[in-house]
Structure formats: C-alpha cells, structure tokens
C-alpha cells in the first residue's frame, strides 16, 4: 500500500474554503485516492474517491496533478459541521484501507 | 435503508474476562471487515470477510482474538482474555463485493471497549 502523508490538523473559520493536502509518492500505477471522513463517536464516512484530474461531488472536489504523487481535498465554505478527521486513503482495492492519523479540521465561527 | 449495526455501543469489562461484539452489515453487502481504532489513531484493519471465509485474518491476534460470520452476513468478534491494552473502539464496516472503485466501505458506530 502507498504510504501517504497529510498534515496532522488544521484550522479554519466558517464560511472558508479548506484545502486538505496528501502526499503519496509511491502511488502505483491502479491505485486510487479515497477521502473518509470521521465525527467524534461514529465510523468514518466516504467522502470522495478519483483516480486522476478532479472529481466533484456534492460535498467536496478531488484535485489530483498529472504525476498523482499528491492530491487535494477541497471543502468549500466550510461550516461548524464539518468539524472532523479528514483521512487519505490511496490503493487499489477497498479491501485493506490504511487509513494513518488523519487530519483534524476544527472550524470556528 | 438501515445502515450498519453493532452492538453493544459501549462495554465495560475487567481485564482477564471475555467479550464479543456483535454486527450486522448493510443487506446485500457481501464483504464485511473488522477495524481497531485506539484513540488519535485511524481505524486499523483486523479482519476481512468475503461472504463467511476470512480471506484477511492477518493483523488479527489469534491468540486471544477470534470472528466469525457463519452464514455470510451477521459476524461476531471475541476476546477472550481481554487485556488493559485492548481498549479501544472496534468498528465494523461493510461494501459490495466489488473489486472496482465501487468499493466504499460503510461504517458502523463502533463499539467502544473499555477494560479495567
């Protein structure tokens, strides 16, 4: 499994947009790059998932450069709710998800 | 459609004694996974199920852990003897049987396991 790196917390003001950056260096060739998110006291929760570009969903976009060795989660105008650990996730099978520390987001009014 | 259900949500036990977790997976999901989480840390796989065989048991500590998922959808986690340092939140997830990008895995809320 490509091992993955993101900053351990970050802070941010309702209202902002909130970039989450992972690196991955090592990704293989099939690999793809998942985002879990986890509120206190419940189960992660997917997120988004891409494989090269950008994803968007309802929640959040997905940046992936051409190289693919880093990624970027964009949450916009983020809210009190989306207070949380925001995880990284890069494979090529759902199967065994190595899922590291996570990022702290903890937004503030 | 109801999501993945574990029970107990809490548990409370002295160190030498057994204990086990109960879950029941999304209906349909035919992939069922045991995680650790110890607090500050992400979720740690223990145990993967693909229908009833175990086909990722490798980070399971047999000698005092042990699951089951007889007929393909409920499964059971035991431990027996739990020890001071199996305190921890052991979640459940569940997911399609698909070895595409179709393979979100669906969380329950955890069993947090505290032993004294």
């Not at chain 1, 998110?37 to 994803?55: A, D, E, L, M, N």
């Not at chain 1, 309802?58 to 880093?70: G, Y």
């Not at chain 2, 145990?47 to 499964?75: C, H, M, T, W």
């Amino acid at each position: 499994l490509a091992k993955t790196t993101q900053p351990i917390s970050m802070d941010s003001y309702e209202g902002q947009e909130v970039n989450i950056t992972c690196s991955h260096n090592n990704i293989a060739t099939n690999d793809y790059i998942t985002w879990y998110q986890q509120f206190p006291s419940q189960g992660p929760r997917f997120i988004i998932q891409g494989y090269k570009t950008k994803v968007t969903n309802e929640v959040a976009s997905l940046f992936i450069p051409a190289d693919r060795k880093s990624s970027t989660l964009s949450l916009p105008r983020v809210s009190l709710s989306d207070t949380a650990v925001y995880y990284c996730l890069v494979g090529n099978s759902g199967y065994a998800l190595n899922f590291g520390k996570g990022t702290s987001l903890l937004v503030t009014p | 459609e109801a999501g993945v259900v574990q029970s107990p949500r809490y548990k409370i036990i002295e160190k030498k004694q057994p204990v086990a977790f109960w879950c029941n997976p999304i209906s349909g999901h035919n992939t069922l996974y045991w995680y650790l989480q110890n607090l500050g840390q992400g979720p740690e796989l223990l145990i993967r199920y693909e229908n009833e065989e175990a086909v990722d048991d490798s980070q399971l500590p047999k000698d005092r852990f042990s699951a089951e998922r007889l007929k393909g959808v409920d499964s059971t986690l035991k431990i027996q003897p739990a020890e001071l340092g199996d305190s921890a939140v052991y979640l459940c997830a569940s997911s399609l049987d698909s070895g595409g990008i179709d393979n979100e895995q669906f969380f329950g809320p955890g069993t947090r396991l505290t032993v004294l």
